[in-house]
């Protein structure tokens, strides 16, 4: 996660002043009478409640909503476990109009096409922040701009999300998102989804844009320099509660998917905003 430090600067058109991701508890719960920026919430995994003054809603992995100043809402966690949501906390003016013209209204959740896409970018922007750059603000601002353009372009979904394939791919994204660390062999994680390991990859290059594998894969980096980071926790020790044996394996995986070695993440540095 990124959040500002220091001075705060002149606002200049739409910033991002904290950006993360959540692994939650299933006693998981918060209630808001108000929001100082406009924010974006992804739910990545699991099944949460939203209520707010425009209704109720189930949340699943795939969705959005957006809260800010004046929006009373509260969320909490409905299953027991793969709680995971990423978020984005914006500034500056019109930022709340942004949103709105991604046709977004707050208090009221959102289905996007292609949440991956979203979520990347989300990751993208945690990875700037860690970086010692002079052009990180640069590249900051760039992602912010692509964030809220995904935000309007991923509501135009393709294909109704209610067909039978997305239902299934829905159901097999939460399966593994609540269990990707315990996914050794991909053909028993289908099996365990109800599927074959070939209907898997199908369903995962239609609706998320990549393999199956490379999005365990990248849930596992993710975890491991969570624990690195926040947890500070040796290599070693993260690459096998990742289930990698070998250091460095692990190391290599983990330069594919964060740009950079585990090591790195291990020095201290204070988190600025992009």
């Known amino acids: 996660m990124f959040s500002p430090s220091g001075s705060r600067r002149p606002l200049r058109g739409l910033r991002a002043v904290c950006a993360g991701f959540e692994e939650c508890s299933p006693k998981y719960e918060v209630r808001r009478e108000g929001f100082p920026y406009a924010a974006v919430e992804l739910i990545a995994a699991g099944s949460w ?6 209704g ?48 977004l209204t ?9 949440p991956r ?14 970086i010692e750059h002079p052009q990180r603000e640069k590249v900051g601002g760039m992602l912010v701009k692509l964030v809220s353009e ?14 039978a394939a997305s239902l299934t791919f829905e159901r097999c ?20 989804c109800g599927v074959t390991q070939v209907h898997l990859c199908r369903l995962w290059r239609k609706f998320a844009g990549e393999t ?8 596992k980096m993710n975890h491991a320099a969570e624990l690195i980071v ?37 020095r201290p540095r204070r988190l600025v905003v992009v």
């Open 150 to 163: 995904r935000l309007r372009i991923d509501q135009e979904a393709d294909e109704p999300r209610s067909s």
């Open 173 to 192: 994204r939460e399966y593994l998102s609540a269990n990707y660390l315990e996914i050794g062999n991909l053909a028993l994680a289908a099996k365990k």
């Open 49 to 54: 409640d939203l209520v707010s003054a425009a």
């Open 117 to 130: 896409w979203l979520q990347d970018l989300i990751e993208q922007l945690i990875d700037t922040a860690r």
């Open 230 to 266: 926040r947890g500070h926790v040796a290599v070693k020790t993260a690459a096998l509660a990742v289930g990698y044996p070998d250091p460095y394996h692990f190391s290599r995986v983990f330069k594919q998917v964060h740009g950079s070695a585990p090591s790195r993440f291990c």
């Open 106 to 114: 707050p208090g009221v959740p959102t289905r996007l096409a292609n």
């Open 56 to 103: 109720q809603w189930r949340l699943e992995p795939g969705m959005i909503f957006t809260y800010g100043p004046g929006v009373r809402y509260s969320l909490s966690a409905r299953s027991a476990t793969g709680l995971r949501k990423y978020f984005v906390d914006f500034e500056g003016r019109g930022s709340e109009a942004v949103l709105l013209s991604a046709g």
């Open 212 to 219: 199956p594998h490379a999005f365990v894969t990248r849930k």
